[in-house]
Structure formats: structure tokens, C-alpha cells
């Protein structure tokens, strides 16, 4: 027999949903912090001028942290929570984001007349586009370390 509404259920929903926005809100900072900070070392890297450097790799780097930093993130903390294990996902998930983001980037610029050919320069590349996205889930890990220390001082 139903007597009243019961709260308790309300609650627990909006607790989740709290739980989540603020999830996603540190991930969000995380990933644009990220986005950011690698343009700005690629472009002082691999770039003679700040500012056209900057514009170029910020879409790429920005798609990448966006699609693939936040999904992979949320998806790393729901797996485990031991740091150490954390680290090395994030570098393996890197890798494969970094080779899947140049290639979408590629393919959307320009994609082939004549079909797809996979040769050793191709397998090459995509292995250092893979070592570059490591190290921008390398970044990713300590901005989101340091964001979640933070919090826990009582930072916003």
C-alpha cells in the first residue's frame, strides 16, 4: 500500500546527479587546462611562431582532450582507483587517443582519391602521434591530480 511519497528516492537521485555534474565539471577544467597548456608545448616545440602554432594545434589537442580525455577519464576512475594502475591506463589510453585523433584530423583534411594504403612511414607516424598523445594523457593525469588535491584542500 502506497501512503506518501517517499523521499529517500528523490534524494538518492539528486545526490547522483550532483555527483555527476560535478564529475564532469572537474573533468571539463581538466581537459581545457590540458588543452591549452600541450598547444602552448607543441607550439614552442615544433613551431617558430607563438601565435599561428598556438591556433594550429589547439583544435587538435582540444578535440582530443574533449572527445577522448574527459570519456577516458571518467571511464579510468570507475575502474580502479589505486593511482599507480590509474597512470599506466592513462598512458595506454593516450596512445590509442593520439593515434585516433591525427587520424580523423588526416583523414577530415584530406582523405584519400584512391583509396586507404597502410605502408611503414604510415605505421610509423601513427606510433609517434601515439607517443604524443601518452604524453598528453600524461598531462591529464597531473592537472587532474592536482585539480582533485584541490578539491580536497577546499579549493574550487
Known sequence: MYDGINDSGITVCFTIIEEV???LLIKFKVALLSTFLSSLILTL???DSLGNGFLLFLP???GAYILGGITCSILIDKWTTK???KFFYFIIAGFVVGILTILVFILTLSPP???YSIDLSTIK???IFGVYGSI???VFYV???LLKGLKKKGFN
Do not use: K, Q, R
Open 60 to 62: 587538435i589537442t582540444g
Open 45 to 47: 616545440v615544433f613551431h
Open 143 to 145: 592537472i587532474d591530480l
Open 136 to 138: 598528453g594523457a600524461l
Open 113 to 115: 582519391s584512391n583509396g
Open 21 to 23: 555534474e560535478n564529475t
Open 125 to 127: 607516424n601513427g606510433m
Open 83 to 85: 593511482n599507480w594502475i
